[in-house]
């Protein structure tokens, strides 16, 4: 009786056993899954004589959410986040949901973004042009003094945000160390700028000429006997 049962309509159990065979195979390929992506954020359009100028992250921290065989198919090295800033005036700016400018295919749902927001400070681009302050160290020995300094260039030109042009009064040479110095020399200076959103534009030297002179009157010790 029990092997009766078994063979009977065997046709059409083992077709059963292979529809379900497929049915859980195709669920088991559609199970939702979640994959984190580090995306690029790339910066379009920037308005001329503008420039960027606030600390902007490189990469969003992404979580996708959605079907086994969808994500299998998003090759990371074509994810990324462009935000347009065609036509924006100075100042601060916030770009949010910026799920809708990541290009995945539909199907995905975006969980998690890291930042969820960014915000884009666009400055205007000056130039000013600023004093050179010659940096010197120690002195001449006893019995000599300096007697003057003269730099060439003795003001150099910023270029950079405006807002950050306006806080610079000065830009300063590498220090230049007079000690045990007795004659006068001239020297070749880098210039020091640590500028955030600014920089030197040209000459990032100056040449520096420094006089050192006996004191009047002063002589120099004898040698011992």
């Given amino acids: 009786m029990m092997l009766k049962l078994?063979?009977?309509?065997?046709?059409?159990?083992?077709?059963?056993?292979?529809?379900?065979?497929?049915?859980?195979?195709?669920?088991?390929?559609?199970?939702?899954?979640?994959?984190?992506?580090?995306?690029?954020l790339h910066l379009q359009n920037v308005p001329e004589q503008l420039m960027i100028a606030n600390e902007v992250p490189s990469l969003v921290?992404?979580?996708?959410?959605?079907?086994?065989?969808?994500?299998?198919?998003?090759?990371?090295?074509?994810?990324?986040?462009?935000?347009?800033?065609?036509d924006l005036k100075p100042g601060l700016t916030t770009f949010k949901r910026l799920e809708e400018k990541l290009n995945i295919p539909s199907g995905l749902r975006v969980t998690r973004l890291s930042?969820?927001?960014?915000?884009?400070?666009?400055?205007?681009?000056?130039?000013?042009?600023?004093?050179?302050?010659?940096?010197?160290?120690?002195?001449?020995?006893?019995?000599?003094?300096?007697?003057?300094?003269?730099?060439?260039?003795?003001?150099?030109?910023i270029v950079g945000a405006e807002s950050e042009l306006k806080r610079i009064s000065e830009?300063?040479?590498?220090?230049?160390?007079?000690?045990g110095v007795q004659e006068s020399f001239t020297l070749l200076v880098p210039l020091l700028h640590e500028g955030t959103y600014t920089r030197i534009k040209d000459e990032q030297t100056t040449e520096i000429h420094v006089n050192v002179e006996a004191r009047t009157g002063s002589q120099r010790a004898p040698a011992g006997n």
């Fill in 171 to 179: 830009v300063a040479t590498e220090p230049v160390d007079l000690s």
């Fill in 115 to 157: 930042p969820s927001y960014v915000d884009i400070k666009l400055d205007r681009i000056r130039e000013k042009r600023i004093p050179i302050k010659v940096v010197l160290e120690g002195a001449p020995p006893a019995g000599f003094r300096l007697a003057g300094l003269t730099a060439s260039p003795e003001q150099a030109v």
């Fill in 6 to 40: 078994l063979t009977e309509n065997w046709t059409l159990k083992l077709t059963s056993l292979v529809f379900a065979l497929i049915l859980w195979m195709f669920i088991m390929g559609e199970r939702r899954l979640e994959v984190g992506y580090a995306v690029p």
């Fill in 61 to 86: 921290d992404v979580r996708i959410s959605g079907p086994r065989t969808l994500l299998l198919k998003v090759n990371p090295n074509d994810m990324s986040i462009g935000v347009d800033l065609t």
